[in-house]
Structures are given as structure tokens and as C-alpha cells.
């Protein structure tokens, strides 16, 4: 019930008990002459009276000749034993009769009222917290109606996804100039479908879209449609559906598609979805029904494309996929230039090195690694903020916070100094390796004594062998600094260990870099964004027990073979060790020129 509904509903009963009030105010003055019940008895007496009428309150009788106007004389009944009483006094009486029509109608009316103004009280609360809102509207679509200058984002304030940007601006052009791309006779792409990990801009690149389109833009999240009653989904994309035809031409778009566009029949262990499924059902059918020549077009945005339905993604419901994955390092110069527009920068600072240090950063992660620059300045009453700063956001992002009164024993800050400093002659006398940014042994995060951060000179999309051989020889050289100076082995290389193994594991098995074994792949494509029961997705070929032997020998000796080359990098360049655990334990950090001062006279190691 909404707030019009309720308002029509008060405003009747208000009438209806006016209604009552006029007719009997109206009746008394305009008919009946109401006199004291001895004066009725005197006119009776007198024979001004030719009719007499008798209620169980009122005696009423018509005049022979009128008085004051009136035709009609009243009168209060009073008992007859009582009246008999008071006539022998010749004083005037009358009984007062009470008018009791609007206590009547108040007392049928108010109880109905409180009623149901409780109930939809109760009722109302209870809807918001399950978020229904009201009962007349659970069908409704709950998009949210923006035009042009609602989101406050142009294509001015996206970067980093130049690609992506020019397809949309191509929809948005089309909106704007249908009849100039009609002329061969095109047509709109019905749907697109904006698909990339987390944080990459999906949703911002909307938001564009809806700034630049200057048409009605629909927006609504996928998990909006389902709610706790069966059809209700189903009813709110034929409604979203509808509102936008009206205002067509115009945009609907729907984030987090695979909240409702998750493939039929792909839990059956789990039970059955049917709401789920009615609700897809329906947008399949409504993306089928409209017409894309009226410039309706629907724009949505996910992280988990693999698990839609295959029927969303055919040509003519989602024509056009387009990707938005992390941009590359002139992409994340390209964001930094948007978001340290609001801070006060270093005007010295080349922001190529800031894009340097995040390879892999999406568009929040650097959006985040601002602010973060700008607190630290804020913190140190700093003037402005400096590369130092984007240096200690990193590593807290990266790293995690600094953890200073975690205190470590004598015995325990050596031994991290030399596996710190491990790694980073490891990864300075191979050929081709990333360069070391920073070394150090404060702790950070959960469980990190201490860390080593490596700036890579590009980006890399392709990795070849000897390049992931020389990671796992980094990843092993804090575990041979310990071996060769302390001959003892820690917990401390856990994580190194198990990063190490998976390289190895991934170039055995997935990427076919054992010669022994074939140019065969033994493990599926992994989703790390799929997050589906066993048995869903096809399994590979079943490896025979002597192939899993062999695999994990060639797994064992791949690792081995990288311990071995970063120990035996670590036994030529022993002093420069010495001396860079000695400086770590003296000064806790080293920036890049440090390290490069420590590692003079480094001998390199250029592998068989």
C-alpha cells in the first residue's frame, strides 16, 4: 500500500464522517423548531398542534399555523410520571437528547483504522529489513532511473581500458546518431557484456556510458530480481523491461549478471532453482522480444563469464563481449594521471615508476595505492606527497602493515637477514631477472618476518622456461643463504616453498616444459574466479599411475635443481651476503641503491 493509497482512504472517511455531521446540523436548522418538553405540552394544551409523533427519545408534532417559519415542533420525551411531577412547579424542563451519530461512526471506524495502521506498520518494517519494500510494488523493477548528469563520470575519467572505452563509445554514438549508422542498415548490438576480474572499471565504464548517453540509464544489480517470493523475479524484468521501452531510446544496465544469469541445471546436487531459473527464463525471453531498432540496449558487467548460461551469451541476446582485464603499464600511468588529480603531487614524481612497482594492479588496487600514498604524507606532515610514499603504500598493500612490536630474538633477525638477503642476490646475479626494489626485515601482515620486492622492467605475458626456472631459483634463495650459513633448515621458506612447487608443478604438467613427459597437458585450464562443485567441469585424461611417478620426479628435480643454482650463486658471492645480512641487521631497510652499492663486484650467473 503506498503513501497515495493511504491518503485517498483517509480523505473518504474524513468526508463520509462530515457528511453525517452536515446532514444532522442541516436537519435541525432548516425543519425542526426544538423547544423544552413544557412548552411542547402548553401548545399541546393550547391546540397549536394537529399531529403528534412519538420516538423512544423525541415527541415531534406538526403546528396548525406555523411559528418563527417552522412547521415542526420537538421536543425531548420525558417519562410521563415524571412530567406530571414537574408541571406541578410552572417551571420550564426539557431532556437533553445526545447526539451520538459521529461517536457512532467513530466507534466502527477508529478500531479498523488502528488496525490496519498497525498492521501496515508492522508489515512495512518487516518488508524493509527483507528488503521488499512495499507490498503493491514487490514487482516492480527497483532499477534506479539516472540521466545524463546524475553520475557525475564521463569517458574523460576512465582510463587504462582504451579498448573497452572505444566500444562503448561507439554504443553511445549510435544512441545519440541511429539514423547515420542505420543508413547500410545496421543494427545495434542488442546486448554487450563487459567481462574482467574484480576492480578493473566494469562498473565506472557504466556510469560513463550512463554520463555521456544523455538517455534514461537503467541500473539495477542481478541480485536485485530474486527475492523470498516465487515470481517476483520474474515480475521485475518484465517491469524493468517495460519502464524502459517507455523511455526508449535508453540504456539498461545490469551489474553482477551472474547473481541471475547462472547456468540452468548446473548444481543438481544442490537442489532445485526454479525461481532462479524462471527469472532467467524471462530475460531470455525479453531480450529475444525487443527491438533493437527503437535504441534499447541492455549493458551488463561480470567477473565470472564461465558460469552463464550459454543461451545469454549467443548472438542476438549479448552480441558483444568485451573485456576489461588490468591494464598493462602505460594503462596504470594512464589511471594514476585520474586519481592523483585530488592530491597534492610531487610535481618532480614520474608516475612511470609508481606504475613500475604495481604489475598486476587493477584499477581499484591503484585507486586504493593513491590514497594510501596520501595518507602516509598526511601522517609524516608532509607537504606533498613523494615516491616514498607510493613505495610504503605498495608494501602495505602488498606486504601488509608493519608489525614493529612483533620483536624477534638476536638468532631469529639474523637468520631473516640472510634470507632476505638471499633472495635478493639471488635474483641480482641472474641475467634477465627483475631488478631488487627494496629489501627488509621488519615484519609485516600475518605472517611475513620479513620481505623483498622486485620491480619488473615490463610487462610479461609469456614466461619461457629458463625464465621460470630463474623464479624458482629466487624463490629458493632464502632457503640457501639458511642452508649455507646456519646449516640448518627453518619454517620461514614455507611460502617460498609452496610457490616454488606450484612453478614447477605448472611447467610439468600444464605447460608441457618436460621433454621426458611430452608436449602433453595433464591439468584443465584453472578458473581462479570459478567457483563450481566437482564433477561440473570436464576433468582431464586420467594419468596412469607410472606418468604421476614421473611427474613428480620431474616436479622434484626442477625444485632441487633451483635450490641448487641459488646456492651455488650464494657460495661465489659469499662476502657480498656477509656484508648485505649486516647491513639489513644495522638498518633494517635497503632502498635500490643500496642494494646495487652492496652488490658491487656481484658475479652473475648465466645458467647451462
Known sequence: MDKKQTWNMGYWVFALVLLFLLQDVWQSANQIQTV????????????????????????????????????????????????????????????????????????????????????YFVFHRMADKQGMGGLLSIGKSRAKIYVQTDTGVTFADVAGVDEAKHELEEVVDFLKHPREYGRLGAHIPKGVLLVGPPGTGKTLLAKAV???AGVPFFSISGSEFVEMFVGVGAARVRDLFEQARLQAPAIIFVDELDALGRARGAFPALGGHDEKEQTLNQLLSEMDG???????????????P????????????????VLVDRPDRQGRVDIL???????????????????????????????????????????RKAAQVVMADFTAAVERIVAGLERRSRVLNP????????????????????????????????????????????????????????????????????????????NVLSSGAADDLAKATDIARDMVSRYGMDEGL???????????????????????????????????????????????????????????????????????????PAIQALAAGLQTHRGT
Open 36 to 119: 423544552p418538553y413544557s412548552e411542547f405540552e402548553k401548545a399541546l394544551a393550547d391546540g397549536r398542534i394537529s399531529d403528534i409523533t412519538l420516538t423512544d427519545r423525541t415527541i415531534s408534532g406538526h403546528l396548525k399555523a406555523p411559528a418563527n417559519g417552522k412547521t415542526l415542533m420537538a421536543a425531548a420525551l420525558v417519562e410521563p410520571a415524571l412530567a406530571e411531577r414537574l408541571n406541578a412547579y410552572k417551571v420550564p424542563y426539557t431532556r437533553v437528547v445526545e447526539n451520538t451519530v459521529l461517536r457512532d461512526v467513530l466507534s466502527w471506524t477508529v478500531p479498523v483504522l488502528v488496525f490496519f495502521g498497525l498492521w
Open 210 to 212: 550512463a554520463g555521456e
Open 290 to 304: 525487443f527491438d533493437s531498432s527503437v535504441g534499447l540496449i541492455i549493458l551488463s558487467a561480470t567477473n565470472r
Open 306 to 321: 564461465e558460469i552463464l548460461d550459454p543461451a545469454l551469451l549467443r548472438a542476438g541476446r549479448f552480441d558483444r563481449q
Open 337 to 379: 594521471k585520474v586519481h592523483t588529480r585530488k592530491i597534492t603531487l610531487d610535481p618532480a614524481l614520474p608516475l612511470q615508476d609508481v606504475a613500475a612497482l604495481t604489475p598486476g594492479f587493477s584499477g581499484a588496487d591503484l585507486a586504493n595505492l593513491v590514497n594510501e600514498a596520501a595518507l602516509g604524507a598526511t601522517r
Open 411 to 486: 638468532k631469529e633477525r639474523q637468520a631473516v637477514a640472510f634470507h632476505e638477503m638471499g633472495h635478493a642476490l639471488v635474483a641480482l646475479a641472474q641475467q634477465g631477472a627483475d631488478p631488487v626494489h627494496k629489501v627488509s626485515i621488519i615484519p609485516r601482515g600475518i605472517g611475513a618476518l620479513g620481505y623483498t620486492i622486485q620491480r619488473p622492467s615490463e610487462d610479461r605475458y609469456l614466461m619461457t622456461r629458463p625464465e621460470l626456472e630463474q623464479k624458482i631459483a629466487v624463490l629458493l634463495g632464502g632457503r640457501a643463504a639458511e642452508k649455507l650459513v646456519f
Open 518 to 592: 611430452g608436449y602433453v597437458s595433464f591439468e584443465p585450464q584453472r578458473q581462479p574466479l570459478l567457483d563450481l562443485p566437482d564433477g561440473f567441469m570436464p576433468r582431464a585424461p586420467q594419468a596412469s599411475p607410472d606418468t604421476l611417478r614421473r611427474m613428480d620426479e620431474a616436479i622434484r628435480e626442477l625444485v632441487m635443481a633451483g635450490f641448487t643454482r641459488a646456492t651455488q650463486i650464494l657460495q661465489t658471492n659469499r662476502p657480498i651476503l656477509e656484508r648485505g645480512a649486516q647491513a639489513l641487521l644495522a638498518q633494517e631497510t635497503l632502498d635500490e
